[in-house]
T-cell receptor, first 115, second 114 residues
């Protein structure tokens, strides 16, 4: 099966803790993205990467960090600096990042709750 | 500023009736337009896209969308709604010259009543 996997599906975190969300794709896509989804706010871009060992901040990068050491993996760390991290996090990928007409493929999401 | 608007937060339609979910956009340059669907607690699924050519685009699950350049719209349609079509629908646009990220609408919740 080709696709994007995210783990875990549900994640609970205590205030002050860093947590890392996993995203893996076997589609051989160049580009990968992290979005945050809150009710009524649509999707907001956190970070994206067009190539291994390179990534750029999106619209709401503060309090988050990423790495892209392998083409198939793009983990997201939610740090204690993120003031309101409770949300649904979606990872996506697309082929040929420079092709504007390529659609993005999404993983099933991780729901993070801060206790 | 580049933007996408989905003017209706919620759309209700009876099963078997035609449905329309509206999307308008504002971008400079030629737009690339996309529709996605999201079922509860799931990721987004791609439905269809407009790149160029025929203004009527057909996609997955019987959905289609019509690109209207003069009205800057890309409404999603289906001739006969199913209860299983009930979900959250997102419109997104990327324009020529900015291939890095999509501009997303806030979503429209579609409820199909039996």
């Amino acid at each position: 099966d080709g696709g994007i996997t995210q783990s875990p599906k549900y994640l609970f975190r205590k205030e002050g803790q860093n947590v890392t969300l996993s995203c893996e794709q076997n589609l051989n896509h160049d580009a990968m993205y992290w979005y945050r989804q809150d009710p009524g706010q649509g999707l907001r871009l956190i970070y994206y990467s067009q190539i291994v060992n390179d990534f750029q901040k999106g619209d709401i990068a503060e309090g988050y960090s990423v790495s892209r050491e392998k083409k198939e993996s793009f983990p997201l760390t939610v740090t204690s600096a993120q003031k309101n991290p409770t949300a649904f996090y979606l990872c996506a990928s697309s082929d040929l990042a420079t092709a504007a007409y390529n659609e993005q493929f999404f993983g099933p999401g991780t729901r993070l709750t801060v206790l | 500023a580049q933007s996408v608007a989905q003017p209706e937060d919620q759309v209700n339609v009876a099963e078997g009736n035609p449905l329309t979910v509206k999307c308008t956009y504002s971008v400079s340059g030629n737009p690339y337009l996309f529709w996605y669907v999201q079922y509860p607690n799931r990721g987004l699924q791609f439905l269809l896209k407009y790149i160029t050519g025929d203004n009527l685009v057909k996609g997955s699950y019987g959905f289609e969308a019509e690109f209207n350049k003069s009205q800057t719209s890309f409404h999603l349609k289906k001739p006969s709604a199913l209860v299983s079509d009930s979900a959250l629908y997102f419109c997104a646009v990327r324009y020529a010259g900015n291939n890095r990220k999509l501009i997303w609408g806030l979503g429209t919740s579609l409820a199909v009543n039996p």
